[in-house]
C-alpha cells in the first residue's frame, strides 16, 4: 500500500512536470506561428528598421576595428562619422555583432534578435507569474502578454527593436529577483546582475519608463518576504538591481552628461509631446495601418488596446467590485484564489497608463519634465500591456474557462497584425556603407558640425591651400594615420567631424584641433609645420564622463565577482548577506 502511495505521488510530480513543460512548449509554438513572416529571406519594412540594420552593421565595424566600448559609426553622416553609439541603447547591436560573427548576415541577425525579445517576453512573463499562481493562468497571462497589439506595432510597424527587447527583460528581472528572494544562490544573484544589466541597455526610454515599476516590485517582495524572514533592507536582491544598472555606466553616464556636445536641440521633447496624445476612441478601437502618429486624430497606426485585453480589464474591475463589497458587508473569508496585491497592481499600471496617454493628463506631463523624454505618450501602451497580462493571470487564476476562452479569442484577434506590410532583401554592404545618420532629426550630429560640408565630396584630407600631397596608411574607425608632404606650414582639414575624445598627433606629438573654422564648420582641423610628416587622429576615452563611466563599470564588475567569491564564505540561511542577531 505504502509503494502504491509512492508511486501515485511520483505520477503526479511527473505529471505536473510534463504540464509545465507543455505551456512552454506551446508558448514556443504561438511565437512561432505569430512570427511565421519572418522565416521568409529578406526582411520586412518598419519605420526605424533600416536604421537599426545601419547601426547594426556600423557598430560591428567598431568592433572589428577594435573600437570599445563602441561609441563612433564611421560611415554614417556621409561618412564624416556619427556619435549615435554614445547616446542610444547598444543592446540590440551588441547582441547582433556574434550572430554576423558566425555569418548569419546583417538582417537576418536583427530578425533573430526581434524573434527571439518576442520569444523571451512570453517565456519569463510566464516564469515569473508561475511563481505567484498556478501554471495555467501564467500561461494564459503569457498569451495576453503576446497577443496584445502593441507588440506587434513595434515588430511589424515601428520596427523598434530596443523597446521588444525591454518588453522580454522586464519580467526577466523580475523572475530573478524572485529567485533570488526565495534562496541564496550563486547563479540567481549572476543572473539578477546580468538580465538587470541587460534591461538597462535595452531602450532608454522605456527604461526610465520601467524602472521605477522594478523597484516598487521589489519593495512589495521585500515587505511580503523581507519581513517574515526578518532579512534587512539592504540585501542581494538590492544590491544586484543596483549593481546590474551601475555596470552599464560606461554608456549611460556619457550618455546623459556628453549631451550638451550634440544638437539634442533639434529634437525638443518638450513642444513634441503635445502633438501625440491619443483619443480614448483610439484605445477602444482603431484601424490597423502601417503609417505614422501626427496631430490630432488623423493617425494612421494603431492605438488600440485590444477589445479582449478590454474585457479583461473590465472582469479585474467586477472582482475588485466584488471583494469590496464582501468586505462591505463582513464577509471577511479569504479567496484563496486572489491574489488582491496583483490585482490592485494591475489595476493601477492599467489605469495610470491610460490615463497619462490622453490629452487631459497634461498638465502632469507639464509638472514632470522628464516625461518629456519619452516623446510620444502613446509609449505606454507598452505599460498597459502588462497591466492587463497580468490581470488576466489573476482572472484565469479565479476562472479559469473564461481565461482559457478569452485567450483562444485574444489569439486569433491579433492574427491580422502579424502580417508586414512590405518586403524587401538588400546586400550587407547596403548597410555597411549606409550614409545617413539613423537618427530621426539628426540630433546626435556633433554641435560644432556643418551639413553644408557634405555638399560635395572632398578628399579625406585639404588644406587651406586646396589639396594635400598625402598617403594613407590606416582608416578605421578610431584610428586614421597618413603621410603628408606640405612645401609651407598649413592648416590641414580631416573629413571627420569633431567630437570630444578625438585626438591628433603630428609625429608622435599631440597636437591642438581646430575645429571652429566657418569654412570647415566642425571638422578636425591641425596646423601642420612644413616637410613630411606622420599624422595619426585617434578617438579616444579620454572625457571625464567616459573615464567616470568606465571605472564604475569595472568597479562594478569588481565587486560582482567579489560577491559570488564570498557566497562560499557566509555561512547563513536564506540569501541576505547578513542578518539581524536573535
Known sequence: MKKLLTNLNLSKINFKFKIKHLFIVLILVICFFNLRAFFKPGIFRGHDLENHLARIANYYLSIKDSHIPPRWAKNLNHKFGYPVFNYLYPLPNILAYPLIVVGFGVEN??????????????????????????????????????????????????????????????????????????????????????????????????????????????????????????????????????????????????????????KLEAFDQQSFFPDHFVYLKQLIYSKWQYGFSVLGDGDTMSFQIGPVHLVIFLLALLILIKWGLSRFFGKKKKDKKLNLAFLLGGLAVFLSGVFLMLPFSLFIWRLIPLLGYLQFPWRFLGVVMLGVAVLAVVVSEKYKGIGIILAFVSLVYCQPFTKPFLWEKKQDMYYYDFLFTTSTQHEHTPRWFSEHNISEFKSRLTSDSGLVVFKELLWKTNSHIYEVDVPKATNIWEHTAYFPGWQVFIDGKRAEIKYDRPDNQGLIGVRVPAGKHKIVVKFTERTPARIIGNLITVMSLVLVLGIIKLFSKIPVKGWSISRKKK
Not at 510566464?126 to 495576453?144: D, T
Not at 506587434?152 to 522580454?168: C, H, K, M, P, Q
Not at 524602472?211 to 544586484?240: H, M
Request: charged share 15%; net charge positive; hydrophobic share 55%.
Open 109 to 262: 541577425s536583427l530578425k533573430i534578435i526581434i524573434f527571439s525579445s518576442y520569444l523571451f517576453s512570453g517565456l519569463f512573463f510566464y516564469l515569473w507569474l508561475k511563481r505567484h499562481f498556478s501554471s495555467l493562468a501564467a500561461f494564459l497571462g503569457s498569451i495576453f502578454y503576446l497577443s496584445a497589439p502593441y507588440q506587434f506595432l513595434d515588430i511589424y510597424v515601428r520596427g523598434i527593436v530596443g523597446e521588444n527587447l525591454t518588453f522580454a527583460l522586464f519580467p526577466g528581472v523580475l523572475y530573478f529577483l524572485d529567485l533570488l528572494f526565495e534562496k541564496k544562490s550563486r547563479l540567481r544573484f549572476l543572473g539578477l546582475v546580468v538580465v538587470t544589466a541587460l534591461f538597462s541597455l535595452s531602450h532608454n526610454i522605456m527604461v526610465m519608463l520601467f524602472t521605477p515599476l522594478i523597484f516598487l516590485y521589489y519593495f512589495y517582495v521585500y515587505k511580503k518576504e523581507g519581513q517574515k524572514e526578518k532579512l534587512k533592507f539592504v540585501n542581494l536582491g538590492l544590491i544586484g538591481l543596483i549593481l546590474g544598472f551601475l555596470l552599464t555606466s560606461f554608456f549611460w553616464i556619457p550618455a546623459y552628461f556628453e549631451q550638451n556636445s550634440i
